[in-house]
């Protein structure tokens, strides 16, 4: 049975949809925007020195003479953050006491307190940090620098490493016990494990609520989004998406906010995880799929759903309809429910080939959105404001995606942006010294990823059966997630490289938007909801769209067409005329639909 079909007669996209919408999958794009990327404020570094004892009493009111006694410059002519001279500032101190204040001014920017022939040793008290910015991070607090400072780097792996695991669990847990109630459930260990974060005594208790945190944040957003798809019909899956994706950029926006007024690392933490429990007043508004109901076996629920459905769409249902609609649901489905695994995604050639072309793209989309987030604050200047920016500039994307993604489909939407995003990525190494190319070309390769962000998930639904769907995107999704596991560590190499993370991250959207084009054209298609359906979507070949499979359950004698062939007649004008003219595909997909009508 077509469900979109059954959609169609309570309302596709009535007043119901809107409400679970705009009341739900909204703001449930804010837990994962707000701690995904609020850890990088929370662990930010900031500018350091050696903490000299002796040298105290004049650091609030005389810092740059005491840097200028005490710390070496490196071979940029910057303070050195990790080393200090070894002097005899006992000395020092007493010549500094009978100067008057006027004479120290004087000498803060006078170099004849510095020897540098003296030598140079590791810090041995302690640093001070620069708190314009940060009065108090993760950084500060435990003193996570120098010898130390992979200690930050350590935490976003183990973060994403949590993302990895959670996202395979989540992948069993919506296809298992349903799109709301896993949801909730990852909501709020999410919300519990963020808050009690902020009373983490030492690093390691901190590391591990974080690590918690990370189970919860890459599936968060799944089985709302998922659910909104379900709910709607074929035309409004592009709306779903982008609003899920102007929510969630909307949530960077506003998470630059909070930070830009909540510093301490400590009330930042509880600022972004307290107030999403406002998210469990919609817990009596939002439905199970009965899309999900129906394909696993439970109609009786699916009709209760649909007929609420219908009455707020202002649809009239009689008791007939009610009793057709409740017979039509219970035939189709099985006597018992069937559960589904990871196997049965590579069960059938076709579904093979998607899955990892699918989850392929998704490992490089994922990679380079995460690691162009991390890479925010490596631009210089104000952290906030980068990173204001790098979740503004998506903004735009979207409007042009709107009409685009309806018009010209989601293919080759996708291969243009990660090709895009690609090449703004790889033309850094060109531009490394000019700070303002540098900052365009970062937005521009932004742009690309994200609006590549918008697409992949919406294909990979379409693509993906109805009863392995949750599983099949979980499953892209957990593999995906060793990108921000490896991406941490590039980018801590590109201390010394600056642009080396965005050439790796360049070219692998590059690959991932060339193996984009072997995905089949899924706009205007209903959703498949069994794993034969599924099967029976065949890829795209590139540039050719008539290479199709034929259904297990359709048998023919005809020798010129099997399974993944062409007929023979449409072959030879194939191989003669070439794969790359649009008139030998025109050509060869009337010969096939001629063909397949007179099976």
């Keep these: 049975m077509d469900f979109d079909e059954v959609l169609k007669e309570v309302g596709a996209f009535g007043l119901y949809q809107k409400i679970i919408i705009c009341s739900v999958l909204l703001p449930a794009a804010l837990p994962c925007a707000f701690h995904a990327y609020s850890q990088l404020f929370i662990a930010a570094t900031p500018q350091h020195w050696c903490r000299i004892p002796e040298l105290e009493p004049w650091t609030q009111d005389y810092i740059q003479l005491v840097k200028n ?15 200090m001279f070894s002097r005899n500032y006992s000395e020092m101190v007493r010549y500094l006491e009978y100067r008057t204040p006027y004479e120290l001014q004087r000498e803060q920017s006078s170099k004849l307190l510095r020897l540098d022939q003296d030598a140079v040793v590791s810090c041995q008290h302690g640093w001070h940090y620069d708190k314009s910015m940060y009065p108090s991070t993760v950084v500060q607090e435990w003193n996570l620098v120098c010898d130390k400072s992979y200690y930050v780097t350590l935490a976003l792996v183990l973060f994403g490493l949590g993302g990895l695991i959670g996202n395979y669990v ?11 109630p896993s949801f909730y459930a990852y909501l709020l260990l999410e919300i519990i494990a963020c808050a009690a974060s902020a009373f983490a005594w030492n ?16 599936a968060i957003l799944a089985s709302p989004y998922v659910l909104a798809i379900e709910l709607v019909g074929p035309e409004r899956r592009v709306f779903c998406t982008i609003v899920s994706n102007i929510a969630y950029s909307l949530g960077l926006v506003l998470l630059a906010g909070v930070v830009y007024l909540v510093r301490d690392w400590r009330y930042l933490t509880l600022a972004v995880s307290l107030p999403l429990l406002m998210l469990f007043s919609c817990f009596f508004v939002l439905p199970e799929s009965p899309r999900w109901l129906i394909a696993v076996g439970q109609p009786k629920r699916a009709a209760r759903i649909l007929k609420v459905m219908a009455r707020v769409n202002g649809v009239h249902v009689t008791r007939d309809f009610m009793e057709r609609l409740y017979e039509r649901l219970h035939i189709k489905q099985p006597a018992e429910t069937v559960h589904y695994g990871i196997l049965d995604l590579f069960r059938g050639t076709n579904m093979r080939r998607k899955t990892l072309i699918v989850t392929l793209i998704w490992f490089a989309n994922t990679s380079v959105y995460v690691g162009l987030s991390y890479y925010a604050p490596a631009l210089g200047g104000d952290e906030i404001w980068n990173f204001f920016l790098a979740g503004a500039v998506e903004l735009p994307t979207y409007l ?22 690609g090449v703004a990525c790889v033309a850094t190494l060109l531009y490394q010294q000019q700070a303002d190319v540098m900052l365009l070309l970062y937005c521009i390769g932004k742009m690309g990823i994200s609006s590549a962000f918008v697409v992949l998930p919406l294909l990979a639904s379409e693509l ?28 801590h190499m590109g201390q010394q490289m600056l642009v080396l993370p965005l050439i790796v991250m360049g070219a692998l959207l590059i690959v991932g938007g060339f193996a984009s084009l072997f995905l089949p054209e899924t706009r205007g298609k209903n959703l498949p909801q069994t794993l034969e359906e599924g099967e029976a979507v065949p890829l795209s070949f590139l540039l050719c769209c008539c290479v199709e499979s034929e259904p297990k359950n359709r ?3 005809n020798k010129g067409l099997g399974r993944n062939r062409m007929p023979e007649e449409a072959a030879k004008v194939y191989h003669r005329v070439g794969v790359g003219g649009p008139a030998a595909c025109k050509i060869v997909c009337s010969i096939c639909k001629k063909e397949m009508r007179t099976l």
Excluded at 403 to 421: A, D, E, Q
């Design 69 to 83: 006694l005490s710390i070496p410059r490196n071979k940029h002519g910057d303070f050195a953050e990790c080393s």
């Design 555 to 557: 048998q023919t004698k």
């Design 464 to 491: 993906y059966p109805t009863v392995v769907r949750g599983l099949g995107m979980s499953f892209s999704s957990v593999v995906a997630m060793t990108g921000p596991i490896i991406i941490p560590i590039i980018n």
């Design 203 to 218: 690093y390691y208790s901190w590391l591990g609520l974080r690590f918690i945190v990370g189970l919860t944040v890459p």
């Design 170 to 180: 989540f992948g069993y847990l919506v296809d298992l016990w349903g799109r709301r």
């Design 400 to 421: 042009l995606l709107w009409p685009g993604l309806s018009y010209f489909g989601r293919r080759w939407i996708l291969f243009i942006s990660m090709l895009v995003g």
